[in-house]
C-alpha cells in the first residue's frame, strides 16, 4: 500500500502562485508515475499533470500548459506542482494519485492509489 498526502493547498489571489506537494509514504521502495487532477464543484474530476517514474515523460493539461511546472524529488519520494498565473477556474481541490506504468497517465483509471485532496481557491 502507498499513501499520498497533499499538503500546499489553500487560498491565493487572481495571478499568484502555489506550489503543490505529494508525499508518498508506505510500500515507497521503488518509484511511481505521479498524476494530478482536480475537481471543481459541480464538476467531474480532470487531469492537470502526470510524470513518469523517472521524470522522463511530462504531460499537461491544455488548461494548466504554460503555467504549470510538476516535478519530482525520488529521494524525497514527493512530487511538485508548481501553479502559475492562477485564475479563479483554477479554484477545485487537487488529487494526486499513483499508479504503476508509465503510460495512459492521463486517465484517472491508470492510477491504483490516491491522496485525500487539497482545497486550492483563486480569489478574483
Known amino acids: 500500500q502507498v499513501q499520498l498526502v497533499e499538503p500546499g493547498g489553500g487560498l491565493v489571489q487572481l495571478g499568484g502562485s502555489l506550489r503543490l506537494s505529494c508525499a508518498a509514504s508506505?510500500?515507497?521502495?521503488?518509484?511511481?508515475?505521479i498524476g494530478w487532477f482536480r475537481q471543481a464543484p459541480g464538476k467531474e474530476r480532470e487531469f492537470v499533470a502526470a510524470?513518469?517514474?523517472?521524470?522522463?515523460?511530462?504531460y499537461y493539461a491544455n488548461s494548466v500548459k504554460g503555467r504549470s511546472t510538476i516535478s519530482r524529488d525520488n529521494a524525497k519520494k514527493t512530487v511538485y506542482l508548481q501553479m502559475n498565473s492562477l485564475k479563479p477556474e483554477d479554484t477545485a481541490v487537487y488529487y494526486c494519485?499513483?499508479?504503476?506504468?508509465?503510460?495512459?497517465?492521463?486517465?484517472?483509471?491508470?492510477?491504483?492509489?490516491w491522496g485525500q485532496g487539497t482545497q486550492v481557491t483563486v480569489s478574483s
Open positions: 494519485a499513483a499508479g504503476q506504468f508509465d503510460y495512459g497517465l492521463g486517465s484517472m483509471e491508470s492510477y491504483d492509489y
Open positions: 508506505g510500500r515507497t521502495d521503488s518509484s511511481y508515475p
Open positions: 510524470i513518469s517514474r523517472s521524470a522522463s515523460s511530462i
